[in-house]
């Protein structure tokens, strides 16, 4: 490395590690409140409540370094330019690539580093996360309730709601478990509505409204009862109590993991198809009745009312398996594709850096008259570009209408293109934007302003 890569670096570290604090400081604003009302409200230790914090971190790290690389090489870049050293550096025959080069080979290696860490630490520092708040929601049985996840740690109950409301203690499409003592196959009882009711300071009451209990009979018959209320009571312990469960969600599973499930759950929708594809082939008379023939001479029925009634509700059933089958294959399709654009941001994201240092470097030095603050503000600007392009591909990518892998890279093939063409043209010392103008005199308003304030 030359004296004057080591002068780059040296001018990108320091902005690049504030733009770590800053970032990491911002969003756990977010956070903040929570953690204190844990020591205030609720009593948890204070010692319990930065483990927490510590265990939050590697999520806000892996989104926050592609942030701070970006910032970084604005504000490197954008000082070198603003104090006339990148026109030197050109008259003197040096290319900017060749300040460009430790940085860009920085990202290289903070790239393999951050897909390192997203595969190994971050998977198990999101578990570990999971289980301690889910311990320290079982102090107060209203927090245990989290919608869309299955919770079962609650004695002789599994219980899944759709939709809570923490005000009001409104619920939505109820699903509980009740496992019943004696017996192998849990009642399972159904809600439109619900609401949670305090008890006591361990112990709450769920009141269901407009549902159904099912129930499985010793004679191998179903029991269906409508209610329009029903209600069960949900106990916590008052002190906070270490579970360790194996289940583990998306986000707290490496790659490799994830991919075992992919291959796992496509052989499961492969089966599921052959059954459809199998039944949809069979001969009318093995579809109805569990495969017992029917008709006027199968003795079955006195009657063409006795027999028809039985074809009806062997179709019927027939249908119902169908309709059973189909909703097992899309249910798992869709859980592949969560799988895949989890694997895919991964990788994506790591790429990010190497992205930002190509789109940073012509940017900071195009944007010479700016100063610092509007680097950063340009870093945000992108920033928010590149994950909410992210966040919408994620929404489309789960519901299925786009592929995982192409929207997930989508951000870094849009923006990569961009900083290879502005590198490009800076490279050949020509103008690094054509639309340079309207940057140019936003710098000099807010450097108008500056000096303004500084009077």
Request: hydrophobic fraction near 45%; aromatic fraction near 8%.
């Amino acid at each position: 490395m030359t004296k004057l890569q080591a002068y780059a670096m040296k001018e990108f570290l320091p902005p690049f590690l504030l733009s770590i604090c800053v970032f990491t400081f911002v969003m756990l604003l977010e956070k903040l409140l929570d953690l204190l009302d844990m020591i205030v409200t609720r009593g948890i230790p204070v010692r319990t409540v930065l483990e927490i914090f510590l265990l939050l971190l590697p999520s806000m790290i892996a989104v926050i370094v592609p942030m701070a690389v970006l910032a970084g090489v604005l504000m490197a870049f954008g000082r070198m330019s603003a104090e006339m050293e990148i026109t030197a550096m050109k008259a003197s025959g040096v290319g900017i690539l060749t300040p460009m080069a430790p940085v860009f080979g920085f990202a290289v290696l903070t790239t393999l580093l951050l897909v390192y860490f997203n595969n190994s630490v971050l998977p198990d520092a999101n578990h570990m996360a999971r289980n301690l708040l889910l311990d320290i929601a079982s102090t107060r049985p209203a927090a245990r309730i989290i919608p869309g996840m299955f919770i079962d740690d609650i004695e002789n109950y599994t219980i899944l709601v759709g939709s809570k409301d923490d005000i009001t203690g409104e619920l939505g499409n109820v699903v509980i478990q009740q496992r019943l003592p004696g017996s192998g196959t849990p009642r399972t009882v159904t809600a439109l509505a619900g609401r949670m009711e305090p008890v006591s300071a361990n112990r709450m009451r769920l009141v269901l409204r407009d549902g159904q209990m099912q129930e499985l009979q010793r004679d191998g018959t179903y029991r269906f009862l409508d209610f329009s209320s029903w209600s069960v009571e949900i106990t916590s312990s008052e002190e906070l109590t270490r579970r360790e469960r194996e289940s583990r969600s998306d986000r707290e599973m490496s790659a490799a993991q994830m991919r075992m499930l992919v291959d796992s759950a496509m052989n499961e929708v492969a089966l599921l198809r052959d059954s459809l594809l199998s039944m949809g082939r069979a001969p009318i008379e093995t579809l109805v009745s569990g495969g017992v023939p029917f008709g006027p001479d199968s003795g079955s029925s006195d009657s063409p009312r006795g027999w028809f009634n039985q074809a009806r509700n062997g179709l019927n059933n027939f249908a119902g398996r169908i309709e059973q089958l189909d909703a097992g294959a899309a249910m798992t399709e869709r859980t592949v594709l969560r799988y895949r654009v989890e694997i895919a941001k991964k990788y994506s994201i790591p790429f990010a850096c190497i992205v930002f240092v190509l789109l940073g470097v012509p940017l900071g030095i195009a944007a010479r008259q700016s100063g610092a603050g509007a680097n950063l503000l340009m870093s945000l600007v992108f920033i928010l570009f590149y994950y909410l392009f992210l966040i919408g591909g994620e929404s489309l990518a789960d519901k299925g209408i786009l592929p995982p892998g192409a929207v997930m890279w989508a951000p870094n093939a849009l923006l990569g293109g961009l900083g290879v063409y502005l590198t490009a043209r800076s490279v050949r010392e020509g103008e690094p934007i054509p639309l340079l103008p309207g940057l140019r005199g936003f710098a000099r308003r807010l450097s108008r302003w500056n000096r303004r304030r500084d009077r």
